[in-house]
């Protein structure tokens, strides 16, 4: 069962546009969203994260809006560069069964063209 | 990387081999995982592990066995390798926060 949905599955946004990856999720024992972004060949990485008692964070460009009602979240990247081509994982995370359990979205491919 | 390493990179077997895939950190951290990463399902917890010896099952473990023997080792262990265990698979340890997370460069794997 996957308990975080992630949408779309691919994206081309063109540079300076604005990128947009949403995800929701059932459990609502979750207590941390990160997102991760990962570049070919290599592991994903920790780009952004926020509680669920915000209901936006903002890091450079990179901004998480959170929807606790709805149970959804979504990534917005503004002005979106070449560099940021990736795949981006929403991600939920909670403490289960003695660890701290994060439950991975199926990943977003993001190309952005010149 | 945060210190992590994985070995081999890349492999390649046969059905029915056993396959051995290492975690190597150099920060201490308690916590180690094993993840495989499969188009279509993002990234799935294999095993993890609390510290030395201390070892759980994740949600996809079946045909997979983990060692910790020491602080800075995971071992990933395919008893008898099958088709569908075709991946890549990423070591991660925990950071700083409860939700961090940082991975490993990765094996990929291939079963023929």
């Known amino acids: 069962q996957q308990q975080v949905k992630q949408s779309p599955q691919s994206l081309i946004v063109q540079k300076g546009g604005i990128s947009i990856i949403n995800c929701a999720y059932e459990?609502?024992?979750?207590?941390?969203f990160p997102w991760y972004q990962q570049f070919p060949g290599k592991g994903p990485a920790l780009l952004i994260a926020?509680?669920?008692?915000?209901s936006e964070k903002k890091e450079g460009r990179f901004t998480i809006s959170f929807n606790k009602s709805a149970k959804q979240f979504s990534l917005h990247i503004m002005d979106s560069q070449p560099g940021d081509s990736a795949t981006y994982f929403c991600a939920a995370s909670r403490y289960s069964g003695g660890y701290q359990k994060v439950t991975f979205g199926t990943g977003t491919k993001l190309q952005v063209i010149p | 990387d945060a210190g992590i390493t994985q070995s081999p990179r890349h492999k390649v077997t046969e059905t029915g081999t056993p396959v051995t895939l290492r975690c190597h950190q150099t920060e201490n951290h308690r916590y180690m995982y094993w993840y495989r990463q499969d188009p279509g399902h993002g990234l799935r917890l294999i095993h993890y592990?609390?510290?030395?010896?201390?070892?759980d099952k994740g949600e996809v473990s079946d045909g997979y066995s983990v060692s910790r023997s020491k602080t800075e080792d995971f071992l990933l262990t395919l008893e008898s390798a099958t088709s569908s265990q075709t991946s890549v698979y990423f070591c991660?340890?925990?950071?700083?926060?409860?939700?961090?997370?940082?991975f490993g460069p990765g094996t990929r794997l291939t079963v023929t």
């Open positions: 991660a340890i925990r950071g700083g926060t409860d939700y961090e997370q940082y």
């Open positions: 592990s609390y510290g030395v010896k201390d070892t």
């Open positions: 459990n609502t024992a979750f207590d941390y």
């Open positions: 926020i509680r669920p008692d915000v």
